[in-house]
């Protein structure tokens, strides 16, 4: 129990970080949905969708071959740091020149030929947050959560900051030859360089050295962390890359005009975009937690012997905290909505879908632990796969009829077949006895109570978020009953 505190301890410190720069960077979503039209948030999406691509690809499954290897060498952790740090440096810097001098092909191919500066500013992005990845992981290694909060709130209060200054007293609206959406790209290029800047003092903290026989054996750790990168990413927002380029296919096909096709199937990712950040809730602690988690994984299959157990306990506990999560967000979502402009309200509908997929992707974070553990990170591979095969087949057949709502089951379906087939490979593998009794009584109980609250209208506002609470404080009745939550606190 005191490895559980210890861990609650950090994710608090990550999530409070994390947690709050990121709900920082939630109420930009208001912002930009007031003030930019939905094509524009479409184009902000599908760019931000690139960069999700481009960051898995530049980082090449270093960030998780560190935690591995800055664990399994204590003795060598400067050659460890500085191995992957620069071999990101290397790669990076190529990128960004390849980006620089190819800008106007580029942009002609994602359909910007107007923009060849976007591809500019991204590269720059992309490149830097690459770089940054290792020292950020060189703090959370070291436990350094405070350190790690600094960077992180410091980056993310820049560029709201920017964003706020930007579009307040330099928007020039729908102008054609005005920069427009490009300030949010701006204001995230200079957060960049800043958050690089500050963990520069870490690049001179360890004495760096290259290990060319290190980095073979890394790369080879981290390959196939690459490619189920690569296909979890597919997952995970390509559908806002072929949702336009479908409905604008489709719409063209139809007889109507490229440019008012392109920019109402625009229009239609910038609902989905939206949306999508109303989902996004439970997102953030799961990345809070990850931050924490995944060192704390490596060190307890270390140093403790009764490490399975404490994975059991963890997921438990996970599980619980997910299905309220789900279950306030769903039993208040006439309030949270107001986080986007009621012009999006009409993608409400996909919310419950995608906060379940979410809640299935922590689940199997939670699970791949075991092929981290035995070095069989090539089944990460294979269910990315299997999840990224799904989420094409689906968003190429459904999309031209459902739009976005495909986008939303195609996520769901590969969430839940990348869970199962987690499940399934480790317990073959690296058996870990995970309560799915606990696990089914949560999410159904959590699901029940949603439809549960969505059926009870009196009419009264008072009287309906009276009963909503009275809802919401019963699950948690129940899971305290259950987890006994005090117990995480004795030694």
């Given at each position: 129990?005191?490895?559980?505190?210890?861990?609650?301890?950090?994710?608090?410190?990550?999530?409070?970080?994390?947690?709050?720069?990121?709900?920082?960077?939630?109420?930009?979503?208001?912002?930009?949905?007031?003030?930019?039209?939905?094509?524009?948030?479409?184009?902000?999406?599908?760019?931000?969708?690139?960069?999700?691509?481009?960051?898995?690809?530049?980082?090449?499954?270093?960030?998780?071959?560190?935690?591995?290897?800055?664990?399994?060498?204590?003795?060598?952790?400067?050659?460890?740091?500085?191995?992957?740090?620069?071999?990101?440096?290397?790669?990076?810097?190529?990128?960004?020149?390849?980006?620089?001098?190819?800008?106007?092909?580029?942009?002609?191919?994602?359909?910007?030929?107007?923009?060849?500066?976007?591809?500019?500013?991204?590269?720059?992005?992309?490149?830097?947050?690459?770089?940054?990845?290792?020292?950020?992981?060189?703090?959370?290694?070291?436990?350094?959560?405070?350190?790690?909060?600094?960077?992180?709130?410091?980056?993310?209060?820049?560029?709201?900051?920017?964003?706020?200054?930007?579009?307040?007293?330099?928007?020039?609206?729908?102008?054609?030859?005005?920069?427009?959406?490009?300030?949010?790209?701006?204001?995230?290029?200079?957060?960049?360089?800043?958050?690089?800047?500050?963990?520069?003092?870490?690049?001179?903290?360890?004495?760096?050295?290259?290990?060319?026989?290190?980095?073979?054996?890394?790369?080879?750790?981290?390959?196939?962390?690459?490619?189920?990168?690569?296909?979890?990413?597919?997952?995970?927002?390509?559908?806002?890359?072929?949702?336009?380029?479908?409905?604008?296919?489709?719409?063209?096909?139809?007889?109507?005009?490229?440019?008012?096709?392109?920019?109402?199937?625009?229009?239609?990712?910038?609902?989905?975009?939206?949306?999508?950040?109303?989902?996004?809730?439970?997102?953030?602690?799961?990345?809070?937690?990850?931050?924490?988690?995944?060192?704390?994984f490596f060190n307890q299959a270390r140093d403790n012997p009764d490490a399975k157990k404490v994975y059991v306990?963890?997921?438990?506990?996970?599980?619980?905290?997910?299905?309220?999560?789900?279950?306030?967000?769903?039993?208040?979502?006439?309030?949270?909505?107001?986080?986007?402009?009621?012009?999006?309200?009409?993608?409400?509908?996909?919310?419950?879908?995608?906060?379940?997929?979410?809640?299935?992707?922590?689940?199997?974070?939670?699970?791949?632990?075991?092929?981290?553990?035995?070095?069989?990170?090539?089944?990460?591979?294979?269910?990315?796969?299997?999840?990224?095969?799904?989420?094409?087949?689906?968003?190429?057949?459904?999309?031209?009829?459902?739009?976005?709502?495909?986008?939303?089951?195609?996520?769901?379906?590969?969430?839940?077949?990348?869970?199962?087939?987690?499940?399934?490979?480790?317990?073959?593998?690296?058996?870990?006895?995970?309560?799915?009794?606990?696990?089914?009584?949560?999410?159904?109980?959590?699901?029940?109570?949603?439809?549960?609250?969505?059926?009870?209208?009196?009419?009264?506002?008072?009287?309906?978020?009276?009963?909503?609470?009275?809802?919401?404080?019963?699950?948690?009745?129940?899971?305290?009953?259950?987890?006994?939550?005090?117990?995480?606190?004795?030694?």
């Open positions: 129990m005191s490895g559980i505190k210890k861990l609650a301890g950090q994710t608090m410190i990550y999530g409070l970080s994390h947690i709050l720069g990121r709900f920082l960077n939630y109420l930009l979503v208001p912002l930009h949905t007031t003030y930019f039209s939905k094509v524009q948030y479409g184009v902000l999406s599908e760019m931000y969708a690139y960069v999700s691509l481009l960051i898995v690809l530049l980082t090449y499954g270093m960030e998780t071959a560190f935690f591995r290897y800055f664990s399994k060498y204590p003795e060598n952790k400067g050659k460890v740091f500085g191995t992957a740090l620069i071999s990101l440096l290397v790669t990076s810097t190529i990128f960004i020149l390849l980006c620089l001098f190819n800008k106007q092909s580029i942009a002609d191919f994602l359909g910007y030929p107007d923009h060849a500066e976007y591809v500019v500013w991204f590269a720059i992005i992309v490149g830097f947050d690459a770089v940054s990845s290792i020292p950020l992981a060189k703090l959370r290694s070291e436990n350094k959560a405070k350190e790690f909060a600094i960077v992180s709130l410091s980056n993310i209060a820049i560029n709201i900051g920017l964003n706020l200054i930007f579009i307040f007293f330099f928007l020039d609206g729908d102008q054609p030859d005005g920069i427009g959406i490009g300030y949010v790209f701006i204001a995230n290029l200079i957060a960049s360089i800043v958050k690089l800047a500050l963990l520069s003092p870490n690049f001179f903290k360890l004495k760096l050295e290259f290990d060319w026989s290190l980095w073979k054996e890394m790369f080879r750790y981290a390959w196939p962390i690459l490619f189920f990168g690569l296909a979890g990413i597919v997952n995970e927002t390509m559908d806002r890359i072929m949702l336009p380029d479908i409905l604008f296919d489709q719409y063209v096909d139809s007889g109507i005009p490229e440019k008012q096709a392109r920019e109402m199937a625009q229009a239609e990712n910038g609902v989905y975009g939206a949306v999508y950040k109303v989902s996004i809730l439970i997102t953030l602690f799961v990345q809070a937690f990850r931050f924490a988690a995944e060192p704390f306990q963890i997921m438990s506990f996970f599980i619980a905290i997910m299905g309220g999560l789900f279950l306030g967000i769903m039993l208040y979502l006439d309030v949270i909505k107001h986080f986007i402009h009621h012009s999006y309200w009409e993608g409400l509908k996909i919310v419950p879908i995608l906060l379940m997929a979410n809640i299935f992707v922590g689940i199997y974070f939670n699970q791949s632990i075991w092929y981290k553990l035995t070095n069989k990170t090539i089944y990460g591979l294979y269910m990315a796969l299997i999840g990224a095969a799904i989420t094409l087949v689906v968003n190429i057949v459904f999309i031209p009829k459902y739009s976005y709502e495909a986008c939303a089951w195609a996520t769901f379906f590969a969430y839940l077949s990348m869970m199962v087939a987690s499940y399934y490979f480790g317990q073959k593998h690296y058996p870990i006895k995970y309560n799915l009794r606990k696990a089914f009584v949560y999410l159904g109980l959590a699901v029940s109570l949603f439809f549960l609250g969505s059926f009870i209208e009196t009419g009264q506002v008072f009287i309906d978020y009276l009963i909503r609470t009275v809802i919401f404080g019963f699950y948690l009745f129940i899971i305290w009953g259950i987890e006994r939550p005090h117990l995480l606190f004795k030694k």
